[in-house]
């Protein structure tokens, strides 16, 4: 199945709660959280308190909560997100001195770990831990800024990606694309490999119905 995970970055932060039940409402079972420190990445979001006022909300949907941490030190903060309510908790590959430790710390609080690989970070960066991974995150922006243009080759990224795990028999690792999804790419990072599409202003879009751009971005798929 392919999940597309709708970042509130782009939200209306005065409505938040409204915004997340909107896209629930149009059939949005995932709900990616991007969480930014101001040092990992070059802008502050929000921490653990924000994730868990809106977990019961994807909870009366039985809606994945994933959280992509792009944060300096993440070991001292996944226990808190954890607690939060994520299902899905991701750390960056350039951020873990001991990328291994942390992912079999976030398994042994209940979760699924994820790893996210910036750009310029090369897939062998995650090759030893991929077996240990419930998620693998492809960047196709740098991280920091929504609404940032998708760069092209994360195309091949992804389709190099989706060969690693299928040669390893890893059918249950979910393949994440995130940064510049829209409607006119959706499609195209689907067959490049991905099974999960992180989309911010391509649902959040100012003057426009939640139900219509997620029907926009589900009509791109099909076709």
């Known amino acids: 199945m392919f999940h597309i995970a709708p970042s509130i970055l782009t939200a209306d932060f005065a409505r938040l709660g409204e915004e997340v039940t909107d896209a629930f409402e149009a059939g949005i ?41 792009m944060i300096a030190d993440p070991d001292n903060y996944v226990e808190d997100f954890a607690a939060a309510g994520c299902d899905y908790i991701t750390v960056h590959a350039e951020a873990c001195t001991h990328l291994h430790r942390t992912v079999q710390h976030i398994r042994s ?66 393949l994440q694309v995130d940064g510049g999804v829209n409607k006119s790419l959706i499609a195209a990072v689907r067959d490049a490999g991905a099974t999960s599409a992180v989309t911010g202003s391509a649902v959040y879009a100012p003057g426009r119905s939640r139900a219509e751009t997620i029907a926009e971005l589900q009509q791109a798929l099909a076709k």
């Open 109 to 174: 609080l209940g979760k699924r770990p994820g790893v996210a690989l910036n750009p310029a970070t090369p897939l062998s960066a995650v090759e030893e831990v991929l077996p240990d991974l419930s998620l693998l995150l492809i960047m196709s922006v740098n991280p920091g800024f929504g609404g940032q243009k998708f760069i092209p080759a994360s195309l091949d990224k992804l389709a190099r990606a989706r060969r690693m795990i299928d040669e390893r028999g890893l059918s249950d690792v979910v």
């Open 29 to 69: 079972r995932w709900l990616h959280l991007d969480v930014m420190d101001g040092r990992f990445v070059p802008n502050m979001s929000f921490g653990p308190m924000l994730v868990r006022s809106l977990s019961p909300i994807a909870a009366r949907y039985e809606a994945i909560v994933d959280a992509h941490l």
